[in-house]
């Protein structure tokens, strides 16, 4: 019996240059469309009639970037799921994922020009605009936002048993590369004023909060965005334990006085956790 099944496109790589006279803006975009609904008979009987072609989808995000990709990926999500389930009978349910790289205006003698950028790291915007014939769900976030911190964290009074090795501390390097999605109750007025905002209270609470554990600072970080932006009623973290090990200096007949580390890349601690209004 077939059970759960969906199809669709990934890695649809969009760039999309907005020309504003002399001003122009980056776009860059990769779009993942998925379908559900009643496709049982291509995969039970190679009946193809209900199915639209992967390619079709493709197609569809170019040709829809062209007239409406103007705004926010959010809106963007939102019109091309709106198109998919308006316009294919069988579909149940379109689901767009799309992650946006941020590049950001060259300076030249002190002004920004108008049609150079850079990426200066692997940060992106994300979204996902779930739609099924009742209505649509959008979710916002960020993937890859690295950050560290070197005062103000710690972590001790933890469990032991034979195999524990690791040493209590209070004064470690906090580091991370944050993962955060929020879903929102309704689409608010401006995604792009929603997304920064949370976005700010995302950092000023990492920056700020004095930390137990990779776990305290998470919720932390949930329950800021829940308190301070009430268009949001969930937020999903996940946030990689980035380690920066001490180095021994003994041996050279010298103290570390929590200067000196090396950065590791793996074995890392991942705790994530969604923090949600009750």
């Keep these: ?25 980056f776009r860059d975009v990769t779009v993942s469309v998925r379908l559900e609904g009643d496709f049982a008979a291509a995969h039970v009987a190679g ?12 197609n569809t995000v170019y040709a829809m970037a062209k007239t409406h990709f103007d705004r926010d990926i959010e809106s963007f999500g939102l019109l091309l799921t709106e198109h998919f389930v308006r316009n294919n009978l069988p579909v149940a349910c379109a689901r767009v994922e799309l992650s946006e790289r941020v590049w950001v205006r060259l300076t030249v003698e002190g ?9 200066p790291g692997e940060e992106r915007r994300v979204a996902r605009v779930t739609r099924t014939r009742q209505g649509a769900i959008v979710e916002s976030g960020l993937e890859d936002l690295v950050i560290a911190k070197s005062a103000q964290s710690g972590f001790s009074g933890f469990l032991r048993d034979g195999y524990t090795t690791l040493r209590e501390t209070d004064d ?14 309704g689409a608010p007025e401006d995604f792009d004023r929603a997304f920064q905002e949370i976005r700010r209270t995302l950092l000023e609470t990492f920056a700020t909060h004095d930390s137990a554990s990779v776990q305290h600072t998470l919720y932390a970080m949930g329950e800021a965005v829940l308190k ?31 200067e000196i580390f090396v950065a590791t890349e ?3 601690g991942l705790i994530e956790a969604t923090v949600r209004r009750s």
């Design 228 to 258: 301070d932006h009430p268009e949001a009623v969930q937020v999903r973290l996940s946030l990689p334990n980035k380690h920066h090990i001490p180095v021994d200096l003994s041996l050279f007949g010298l103290e570390n006085h929590n």
């Design 111 to 119: 002004r920004p020009h108008p049609h150079a950028f850079s990426r």
């Design 266 to 268: 793996e074995p890392y």
């Design 47 to 58: 009946d193809n009639s209900a199915v639209l072609p992967t390619d079709t989808m493709k």
């Design 172 to 185: 470690r390097i906090l580091a991370t590369s944050i993962k955060a999605s929020w879903t929102y109750a």
């Design 1 to 25: 019996m077939l059970a759960e099944n969906s199809y669709g496109k990934s890695g649809i790589r969009l760039v999309k240059i907005l020309r504003g006279g002399d001003r122009h803006d």
